[in-house]
Structure formats: structure tokens, C-alpha cells
């Protein structure tokens, strides 16, 4: 899960396109909308630790660089 109510990451072993259609994206609902769609396909799930995504340049630069390391 992402804190902004979406998710960062979405690991699959099979492709599922109702996972990217029909979503209000860039709202505080598409994590539970994804797990809804989880639920009616009786998938298993597991949940990350919450954190930030990048939506946009702005949250890029709250992120330390680490490509000159």
C-alpha cells in the first residue's frame, strides 16, 4: 500500500486486466478497489509495509538519490 491510498508495487504471477481497468486512479481508493477485485477473484494477497510512491517530479525529490553511490 501506498499512504496516499494506492499502492506501489503489485507483484503478479498471471495477468489480470481487471487490475488496471475500470479504476479511479490517482484517488485514495485504488488499493481498496484492486483488493475488491483480489477478493472476487479469490486470489491471495500478502501487503507490503506502507510507504510513499512517485506519482509526480514533486515526490521523486523526496527520495535520497542513491544512483551516485
Known amino acids: 500500500p501506498a499512504k496516499d491510498g494506492g499502492y506501489y508495487l503489485l507483484g503478479l504471477q498471471k495477468y489480470h486486466k481487471q487490475f488496471f481497468e475500470n ?13 475488491l477485485d483480489l477478493s472476487n477473484l479469490n486470489l491471495s494477497f500478502k501487503l507490503l509495509p506502507t510507504l510513499s510512491d512517485i ?11 542513491i544512483l551516485n553511490n
Open 23 to 35: 479504476k479511479t486512479w490517482s484517488t485514495e481508493n485504488v488499493l481498496l478497489e484492486t483488493l
Open 55 to 65: 506519482d509526480d517530479e514533486k515526490d521523486l525529490n523526496n527520495y535520497p538519490t
